[in-house]
């Protein structure tokens, strides 16, 4: 699937998904073909949701802010300030 749509996304996953189980399934009919190649298409389509899921979830966490910037001295009277 990559190779055909020069494309790395889910869809990749849940088309392979699909014509693996119809091939898995080619000895019961067209109609066994179609049922478990959209079920198996359907299983995949849940495993990269629940993936996609995961990762959004801890690129929340991991995200790195930089902390902010101290506070500027505040000037002492009777002395000046060099710049």
Not at 6 to 20: H, L, M, Q, S, V
Not at 35 to 54: D, H, P, Q, R, Y
């Amino acid at each position: 699937m990559k190779g055909i749509r020069k494309k790395e996304d889910p869809w990749n996953a849940i088309g392979a998904g699909f014509f693996t189980g119809s091939a898995l399934a080619i000895r019961g009919g067209r109609k066994q073909m179609l049922t478990s190649g959209i079920m198996c298409g359907c299983l995949l389509a849940v495993i990269e949701g629940v993936g996609i899921g995961f990762q959004r979830m801890m690129a929340d966490q991991t995200r790195l802010d930089a902390p902010p910037p101290p506070p500027a001295p505040e000037p002492q009277p009777g002395r000046a300030m060099l710049a």
